[in-house]
């Protein structure tokens, strides 16, 4: 067969540039768009921050008035009509984006807040123990030298045998230096570290106690020597060893669980992420709503000085200008789009879960994306990307929009109960059950049966691990 040239025509889909950033805004957290927008305000002089009383201001209407997003084709579309344009400096406030509170990088007037003071590391805190200690000369490099091989739980988690060997022979430490070292870390300022296991730990915790301390102990025995039995809740089987009565080994247990499992994790607590909420919901004359944070919202615009000076040039020498002024407009212009469309599905969501707001987790309704897809009208992936790393703040706390959503499960009434429902069902019944006898997953699965839910029992178990929720042997008590 004889090679041959044929043509032939074909529709293909091609994301242009600006389509391609609108996505990717759309997907983007509230704090990754803000970065976004930072070093596009300082790659592109087109681009600036708007004051706070210009006029234009991107405006925060509720969903129900705002405009529909595009799809994919329409988006492209309007972006396309931007191409071609040579009014640079016109209708300069019909760019702007919104009220908000982000920074321009380069404003070295800005009132940063001061940085709170660094908490120690833990062998910071425990060197500065051993400084202020009465060890001297070898024995405070010995326990300096444990200190720096414990483990970020304060544990030292290698065995004094093989530091030993790992350590140089000039050093001429052995054996006994190092238990005796390790005693002396032991009993710094702070019971329970150079533990060497779990029971060794909470036993230093316990001694450290006043010997008056009722079943100090009883305690004491229990994690030397009984932790696995009483990890289990066998309390028979630890009465009838340690001969106590339930009071004694009540008490016992109070203590064992007062006491710090980690004793070096507190030293390494890092600050607390935070999320800005992108929309706000609230109750207005009866009926729940939701807004846009302003504190959420870059305020921009087209840079007016630039934008003049691009129009009086000719067209040689601006085609760079007339780039960046492209790039800033679809910038602005995919910024409202972003805002609008996370407004949309927001209020969607917020007019089918209203018994959310007014009663809690057990009156969410079943929801998944393409229901708020096909009430806008959109694309279920631009559900899915809306919803992403969106946070809502609402009365009852600051909720993720994926929150919202779950499968649902067959009623003998033929109606449908969220798994989110049930799982605030299970988390009730766990919280009101007696705690000698605690509710079992088949038990569990005949009261939801009960109030007309069907619920198998292996649902009712994975719903509970969810949650964090012991089996019914791990949350048996006295």
């Not at 540039?17 to 976004?36: C, G, K, N, V, Y």
């Not at 919901?281 to 009926?287: F, I, L, R, S």
């Not at 469309?341 to 209203?354: D, F, K, P, S, W």
């Not at 959503?405 to 003998?412: H, Q």
Request: proline letters at 4%; aromatic letters at 4%.
């Amino acid at each position: 067969m004889k090679p041959a040239l044929q043509l032939r025509t074909s529709q293909q889909l091609t994301l242009t540039p600006q389509l391609q950033q609108a996505i990717r805004l759309l997907q983007l957290s509230t704090q990754d768009m803000q970065q976004e927008v930072v070093q596009m305000l300082d790659d592109n002089p087109m681009l600036e921050l708007a004051e706070e009383s210009a006029p234009g201001v991107f405006s925060q209407e509720p969903a129900n008035s705002a405009p529909r997003q595009e799809d994919a084709g329409e988006a492209e579309a309007s972006h396309a009509d931007d191409r071609g344009a040579d009014d640079f400096g016109n209708e300069q406030a019909d760019w702007n984006t919104g009220g908000g509170t982000l920074r321009s990088t380069d404003d070295e007037d800005d009132n940063y807040p001061e940085q709170a003071a660094g908490q120690p590391s833990l062998r910071e805190y425990l060197h500065d123990q051993l400084a202020t200690s009465t060890l001297e000369g070898q024995d405070r490099k010995v326990v300096g030298l444990l200190i720096d091989a414990l483990d970020e739980n304060g544990y030292l988690a290698q065995d004094l045998a093989e530091l030993v060997e790992l350590l140089p022979a000039e050093l001429d430490i052995t054996l006994d230096d190092l238990e005796t070292a390790l005693v002396q870390l032991q009993h710094l300022d702070q019971p329970g570290i150079g533990s060497r296991s779990l029971g060794e730990c909470l036993a230093l915790q316990l001694k450290a106690l006043p010997e008056g301390t009722p079943q100090r102990d009883l305690a004491i025995r229990l994690v030397s020597s009984h932790l696995d039995m009483l990890a289990a809740h066998d309390f028979v089987r630890i009465k009838k060893l340690l001969r106590c009565s339930d009071d004694e080994l009540r008490t016992a247990q109070h203590l064992i669980t007062g006491m710090n499992p980690r004793p070096g994790a507190e030293f390494n607590q890092s600050i607390a992420d935070y999320v800005v909420p992108d929309v706000i919901v609230e109750k207005h004359q009866g009926t729940w709503r939701a807004r846009l944070n302003a504190e959420a919202m870059p305020k921009l615009r087209v840079n007016q000085v630039y934008a003049n000076i691009l129009q009086q040039r000719n067209g040689k020498n601006s085609s760079q200008l007339a780039t960046q002024l492209q790039e800033a407009k679809w910038l602005i212009r995919n910024l409202q789009q972003r805002f609008e469309t996370i407004l949309r599905v927001a209020q969607a969501i917020v007019e089918r879960q209203g018994d959310f707001f007014e009663h809690g987790e057990i009156s969410m309704r079943p929801l998944v994306l393409r229901e708020i897809a096909d009430t806008l009208e959109l694309h279920e992936s631009t559900v899915s990307r809306s919803t992403t790393q969106k946070f809502m703040l609402t009365p009852r706390g600051i909720f993720e929009f994926k929150h919202f959503f779950g499968s649902g499960l067959a009623t003998e009434s033929g109606g449908i109960c969220s798994s989110t429902a049930i799982r605030e069902l299970i988390k009730q019944m766990v919280g009101a059950e007696d705690a000698r006898k605690p509710l079992t997953d088949s038990r569990m699965s005949e009261i939801l049966a009960q109030q007309g839910i069907v619920v198998a029992r292996r649902t009712i178990a994975k719903y509970r691990e969810g949650m964090n929720i012991l089996p019914v042997n791990l949350r048996k008590s006295l």
